[in-house]
């Protein structure tokens, strides 16, 4: 990581970054969609398994999530410089926007387009993250029991009102805990 | 001095808030009214109207607004780097310990039963959304078609949300 990274490369990435943080209504996860059709899908610089991985993480680390996952792809792709790009570009569009909405944000308050503007984004939204979800589905979806901790967690959220935080957790442990025995009794089986 | 005031409340917004989005506002809330009485309850209201209208984390948008209203166009750019830096050196540690640890059988095992979790993680978002902008015929109609826009058509996400903010402009 440190060779010289060209500057055109890291300009390219903090615009495709600038592009997503610019469109990120809703919060973090509407970033998901936006964040796999143009590095997943598009630009190919991640796969799916590693896409799900900085997910989980920044969804477990304090902070804004859509934050801590540019930051984490921008270190992943090019080091410490990427990492400070990257979030700059996440950053910079909603900076803007706000500093020029503290501006005049009585007025644009109260306009009618806007918020008619909202309504139709919103349904939109829910049609692309619900598809981040299934387009990922077979990267995260290996065996049953991976259906079934999907089948619990989401239990868990909607029912239970359980952090996320802490059912992405129970799920990694589960995993350790679950596998670790497994391979145990396989052991005692060939012995 | 009020420019590192703003970054050191920010940074502990963005120190000890764990979820992301709506989940952030308590914290925010804490800091800016109950701690420092930044804002009034009104303008924090406005704040997170002004965040759903907004693009962006909820975190940098009331960084942004608080900063600028405390101290100008620097006290936005203090309290916006407060909320990040937290971000910046625990996701790069994390990042860094992945990579050296990764190949460990139960790291890998952890993320390996990690990503249905991150799927249900993502359903329960989209409803969260539905719950709240999907409520009528109209809506439903939308939704409809962005799901063919996006299947069908293959529109880009990006483009797909100028679309459907035009479509909302139109229908309602």
Not at chain 2, 11 to 23: D, W
Request: proline share 4%.
């Amino acid at each position: 990581m440190n060779e010289k990274i060209p500057f055109r490369k890291l300009f390219f990435m903090f615009w495709a970054f600038f592009k997503i943080g610019a469109f990120t209504l809703g919060g973090g996860f509407a970033m998901i969609p936006l964040m796999k059709a143009e590095f997943v899908d598009k630009l190919k610089w991640l796969n799916e398994d590693e896409f799900l991985d900085i997910i989980a993480v920044s969804q477990c680390a304090p902070g804004a999530v859509a934050i801590n996952s540019s930051i984490y792809i921008g270190y992943r792709l090019y080091g410490l410089p990427g990492a400070a790009i990257a979030a700059l570009g996440t950053v910079l569009p909603s900076f803007l926007i706000i500093l020029a909405v503290a501006l005049v944000y009585a007025k644009i308050r109260s306009m009618p387009a806007v918020q008619k503007a909202f309504r139709g984004v919103y349904p939109a939204l829910v049609v692309l993250v619900m598809s981040a979800a299934i387009n990922l589905w077979k990267a995260a979806f290996k065996n049953y029991v991976d259906i079934g901790i999907a089948a619990i967690c989401l239990a868990a959220l909607f029912i239970f009102d359980v952090h996320p935080v802490f059912t992405v957790l129970a799920a990694g442990i589960s995993g350790v805990l679950f596998d670790l025995r497994k391979e145990h009794g396989e052991e005692g089986d060939i012995g | 001095m009020i420019l590192i005031k703003l970054f050191w409340a920010f940074f502990k917004i963005g120190l000890f808030s764990f979820g992301g989005g709506y989940a952030m506002i308590p914290f925010i809330q804490r800091e800016i009214i109950d701690i420092n009485g930044w804002l009034t309850p009104e303008q924090f209201m406005d704040i997170i109207a002004i965040s759903q209208m907004t693009p962006g984390p909820i975190a940098v948008n009331a960084a942004t607004f608080v900063g600028y209203k405390i101290a100008g166009f620097w006290g936005s750019v203090s309290a916006t780097c407060g909320v990040a830096a937290p971000s910046a050196v625990i996701i790069i540690t994390l990042a860094f310990m992945i990579k050296k640890y990764r190949s460990l059988k139960w790291v890998d095992r952890f993320f390996l039963r990690v990503r249905p979790a991150v799927i249900a993680l993502i359903v329960n978002a989209a409803y969260s959304l539905g719950k709240n902008s999907i409520t009528g015929i109209k809506d439903v109609f939308i939704a409809v078609l962005a799901l063919l826009g996006l299947y069908m058509f293959k529109i880009n996400p990006i483009l797909l949300i100028v679309l459907a903010s035009f479509l909302g402009i139109l229908l309602n």
